[in-house]
């Protein structure tokens, strides 16, 4: 098969990570179009790709039927706002493309619903940008689960003690918005409660939650926590912040079990600080801790290869739209349980 045609839709905040990652796997997949209504963010990304890869010619546009009438295009990359997540990857599907959409893969189970069941009937892949399930470090500890070396799992908490100042939300006006964004919970420690969910192996039986927006003029929290029984009778604990001062402290995952403890800590979920277990594997002594120097990691680059050998290889990608989708509801049920409270 030749390289896969990719376009991007949304050239904001994270979008260079998906340039980045498309650059990485230059072998098998080359960018074609990107769109913003911003053209000068379009442009921007056009730029970066064309700074490595040389003689291409990537179109840019403002308008995404536009784009995706004129162009052959294989996978689209949505990392557009939020909200508007599952209108666009609806758009997309009914002009037949694969899709990679940025998390959340929507703000409601009703289009996820909906963007599973489309691409099931237009036999098309989707994948979750849930990139830090590609951390060496998460790699490993999911190796550990399912050897079954933790026996079983009594309890996981999922940390995400970070910053995001007033100017943070005054760049964009959607951000911090019920409509369009979520709240902490929802934007900044989704990542955290997937990885959460994937390494506890079981159904939500019920949840508890509580939320506030303490210091932000924002519409949803800034500070939430979650208490979730599952199914397997294992608890977890989320504590999501935006409000730590002064700067981003950690996203540390923590499994406990009878018989190990794991403690994954760092910027972003990157680095190992407790490893113990009762049994020893020769993998034990391998530090997989990685250095970054942002909260976005290095997981995207694998996030598109494992994607780009689903589509070749006709096999449904790590992350899909189902896995993608228990991170929301676990989420969207936290908010169900009563509005944000201002204090």
């Known amino acids: 098969m030749s390289k896969l045609k990719f376009a991007i839709i949304g050239c904001g905040r994270?979008?260079?990570?998906?340039?980045?990652a498309l650059i990485n796997n230059k072998e098998e997949a080359e960018l074609i179009a990107v769109c913003d209504l911003i053209e000068e963010k379009a442009v921007d990304r056009k730029k970066q790709y064309e700074t490595t890869i040389k003689d291409v010619n990537i179109k840019v546009y403002t308008d995404y039927i536009e784009m995706l009438k004129n162009e052959d295009i294989d996978v689209v990359t949505i990392a557009t706002e939020s909200g508007y997540h599952g209108k666009h990857a609806i758009d997309c599907l009914n002009n037949n493309?694969?899709?990679?959409?940025?998390?959340?893969?929507?703000?409601?189970?009703?289009?996820?619903?909906?963007?599973?069941?489309?691409?099931?009937?237009?036999?098309?892949?989707?994948?979750?940008?849930?990139?830090?399930?590609?951390?060496?470090?998460?790699?490993?500890?999911?190796?550990?689960i399912e050897e079954g070396r933790f026996g079983k799992i009594i309890n996981g908490t999922a940390r995400i003690l970070w910053t995001r100042d007033d100017n943070y939300y005054k760049q964009a006006p959607w951000r911090g918005t019920k409509e369009l964004d979520g709240g902490t919970l929802m934007n900044q420690c989704i990542h955290n409660i997937d990885l959460l969910q994937w390494m506890m192996g079981s159904?939500?039986?019920?949840?508890?939650s509580e939320r506030g927006t303490f210091l932000r003029d924002i519409e949803m929290e800034d500070f939430g926590a979650i208490l979730i029984r599952f199914k397997n009778r294992s608890i977890g604990i989320v504590e999501g912040s935006a409000c730590v001062y002064p700067k981003n402290l950690e996203e540390t995952l923590s499994i406990f079990g009878e018989r190990g403890t794991v403690v994954i800590g760092g910027l972003a979920v990157n680095e190992i600080k407790v490893w113990q277990f009762a049994d020893e594997r020769d993998y034990d002594n391998e530090d997989e801790s990685v250095k970054i120097d942002n909260v976005y990691?290095?997981?995207?680059?694998?996030?598109?290869?494992?994607?780009?050998?689903?589509?070749?290889?006709?096999?449904?990608?790590?992350?899909?739209?189902?896995?993608?989708?228990?991170?929301?509801?676990?989420?969207?049920?936290?908010?169900?349980?009563?509005?944000?409270?201002?204090?």
Do not use: W
């Open 297 to 343: 990691g290095e997981g995207h680059t694998p996030l598109y290869k494992d994607f780009i050998d689903a589509i070749k290889e006709d096999r449904e990608p790590l992350i899909n739209g189902k896995e993608g989708k228990k991170a929301i509801e676990i989420i969207l049920k936290a908010y169900d349980k009563g509005e944000v409270s201002k204090i």
């Open 203 to 208: 159904e939500v039986e019920r949840i508890h």
């Open 14 to 20: 994270i979008s260079y990570k998906h340039v980045e």
């Open 97 to 144: 493309t694969h899709l990679l959409i940025e998390k959340p893969m929507a703000l409601s189970i009703e289009d996820a619903d909906h963007v599973i069941a489309l691409s099931k009937e237009k036999g098309k892949k989707v994948c979750i940008s849930h990139q830090n399930r590609f951390n060496p470090p998460i790699q490993k500890l999911r190796r550990a």
